[in-house]
């Protein structure tokens, strides 16, 4: 591992044996189809079937974890979230007996909510504006003396996100390059650390919908789009300088395509890796990335309000 | 085997041998939040991912399979369906090279229509009744010279379905009891045959949806509530005197479960499986039947117009 990275592929292995007993290890799903479509073999890891719905189950029970461990003093913690690491936290943090506060944006869907509060969590609400979260976010981390767990800027959540690579790259190992929707960059630098290490030819790709300030678009998951300060110098030496921008009309469609075709409930965050896959962009590629694969991140839709009614 | 039986396990065995190479052996998933909410441990064997999205693909190659290995003459074939036969037979026709026509009302969802004519299937459409379903069949048959293949009144369609057995048990050799959606009865007499010689103990339980007439359910994949002539002495012979009947709305509860959380596209039908494992009834029945499997028959729903918009 270079000197530069903060997290190493011993932190990814660490991560995985202490979450392993609790997350599942998500099956890869194939199209012939969409293969037939787009000339190459693409293999989408369904972590829609993640606990909580989302990879976020991973990073969030890492951190989680190794928290109490170095501070068995602590009573609670509190992050801000689109919804999936706020799931995951409540869902992580109701494991291990934490209290749990996630503030979330007034216009997160409401299934991401309602899952939530069922985790035992509290909500609070704030405006839709990435300041206001943090505001709130800190807020309550001081009034409560309870740490604040970013959803993506934390060694431990990196860790923990890393797994999906190991798991992945045991399922396929001639996977050649891999596709990561990224908003904080916490999954993609943890799947650049892991997959460098495992298999140092692999191309990562990063993934940003557009249009480039955040806040609009129907992929909630990734409307943050912005590094963050700890993720960004990994992502930087270890991901290809690779970057997708998909439109919400694309994402819609593979959405669509995926409900349709590959009978899979997925959000548009996880559509957004696919409609990568299926651009121009994708096709003007080397033919020689053969086998592609793609993380579908999680399956948190609300079912009452699809995009395409 | 019971002399009355008109299939054996031998021609289920038989079927497995000429299908595998063709069609996908399908995952059984599980979801702990539906094992806690009815007390006992539910397999869901995922059929909506099968190859043209339904069980209906592993009678459909067996029955062409053994058609053109009898008469190698055979330039066609034609059926009338619900929807999901009439996409399988189309696939395994375009497979080994014949031609297929499908019959379908007027009324099937049009993502089956559709899919049907992209296997390189004719479609005719007729009037939503199953009598003008079978006249317009007869009459095609007659006037083209190509034999009727019956969606489940065959023993080799039955042979075929009853593959899913095999696997299913296989899969989860503990399984206590099977819930079958049923209709023409092809898939509930060749499950019946496989599971019984395999494990004598297991109990089938067969599901027919209210109202009792058929064409009245949004269940579409079994509209018709009639067994066949060949599957009914299988059927009684063989599987539990344990019918339930769910109510549409039980299964539209059923279906938004299954997207929400488990995060997978199926259909009406299946969800009628789903409801009925869900249902007071089967809360009422044997707490022995600790490990209850269901088979979620197909995917292929119009998700243009699921039915809670």
Request: glycine residues 8%; aromatic residues 6%; charged residues 20%.
């Amino acid at each position: 591992m270079s000197n530069n990275n903060v997290i190493t592929f011993s932190d990814v292995l660490d991560a995985k044996e202490k979450i392993s007993p609790y997350v599942h290890e998500c099956p890869v799903v194939t199209s012939s189809t969409l293969d037939k479509m787009v000339g190459r073999k693409v293999f989408f890891k369904a972590e829609s079937f993640q606990k909580t719905g989302s990879f976020k189950a991973r990073g969030a029970l890492n951190a989680v974890l190794s928290l109490v461990a170095k501070s068995p003093e602590v009573h609670g913690v509190v992050t801000h979230s689109s919804g999936n690491h706020g799931q995951a936290l409540a869902w992580a943090s109701n494991m291990v007996g934490l209290d749990c506060t996630v503030v979330v944006t007034n216009n997160t869907p409401k299934s991401k909510c309602e899952a939530i509060k069922a985790y035992g969590a509290d909500l609070v609400f704030c405006e839709p504006t990435y300041a206001d979260r943090i505001k709130i976010c800190n807020k309550i981390s001081e009034e409560r003396s309870i740490p604040y767990i970013s959803s993506s800027d934390d060694y431990d959540i990196m860790a923990g996100q890393g797994t999906i690579a190991v798991e992945f790259l045991n399922q396929v190992p001639d996977l050649d390059a891999v596709i990561v929707p990224v908003s904080g960059g916490g999954m993609a630098a943890g799947i650049a650390t892991a997959a460098k290490a495992i298999k140092p030819a692999i191309k990562g790709e990063r993934l940003w919908p557009n249009p480039p300030r955040f806040l609009d678009s129907i992929a909630d998951g990734i409307r943050v789009q912005q590094l963050g300060e700890l993720t960004w110098p990994i992502i930087l030496e270890l991901v290809e300088k690779e970057v997708f921008s998909v439109k919400d009309a694309d994402i819609v469609k593979a959405m669509k395509f995926v409900f349709e075709r590959m009978k899979l409930v997925i959000e548009p965050t996880s559509a957004a890796g696919v409609a990568a896959v299926m651009s121009e962009r994708m096709a003007s590629m080397d033919p020689g990335l053969k086998n592609v694969g793609v993380i579908l991140c999680g399956g948190n839709v609300d079912i009452n309000h699809l995009p395409w009614y």
